[in-house]
C-alpha cells in the first residue's frame, strides 16, 4: 500500500511558475512508475508526465513538453513536477499517481487527493 501527499498548487498569472511535490509513503517497488494527471473542469483526465522509477526516464505529453519538469528524490521516495510558462489552459487539478502502471488504461492503483492549480490573470 502507498498513500501519495501533494502540495505546492496555487493561484498564479499566466507566464509565471509553480512547483507541485509528491511524497510517497510505503514501499516503492522498482517496477513502479510515478505520474502527474491534471483534470480540468469538463475535460477528461490528461496524462501531463510519467516516470520511471527504476530507470528515472520521463516521458511527458505533447501539452507541456519544454514548459514541464519532472524531477524526483529517490531517498525521498518523492516526486516534483516544475511548472514554467504558465498558461490559463494549465488550469486543473493536478493528480499524483503511482504503482504498476496500465498503459492500456492508463490506470494506477494509487492516487493523491489533488491539488488546484489555477492560471489567471
Known amino acids: 500500500q502507498v498513500h501519495l501527499a501533494e502540495s505546492g498548487g496555487g493561484s498564479v498569472q499566466p507566464g509565471g511558475s509553480l512547483t507541485l511535490s509528491c511524497a510517497a509513503s510505503?514501499?516503492?517497488?522498482?517496477?513502479?512508475?510515478m505520474s502527474w494527471f491534471r483534470q480540468a473542469p469538463g475535460k477528461g483526465r490528461e496524462l501531463v508526465a510519467l516516470l520511471s522509477w527504476s530507470t528515472g526516464r520521463i516521458n511527458y505529453g505533447d501539452s507541456v513538453k519544454g514548459r514541464f519538469t519532472v524531477s524526483r528524490d529517490v531517498a525521498r521516495n518523492s516526486m516534483y513536477l516544475q511548472m514554467n510558462n504558465l498558461k490559463s489552459e494549465d488550469t486543473a487539478v493536478y493528480y499524483c499517481?503511482?504503482?504498476?502502471?496500465?498503459?492500456?488504461?492508463?490506470?494506477?492503483?494509487?492516487w493523491g487527493q489533488g491539488t488546484q492549480v489555477t492560471v489567471s490573470s
Open positions: 499517481a503511482c504503482g504498476d502502471y496500465d498503459p492500456d488504461t492508463r490506470s494506477f492503483p494509487y
Open positions: 510505503g514501499r516503492m517497488f522498482a517496477s513502479y512508475f
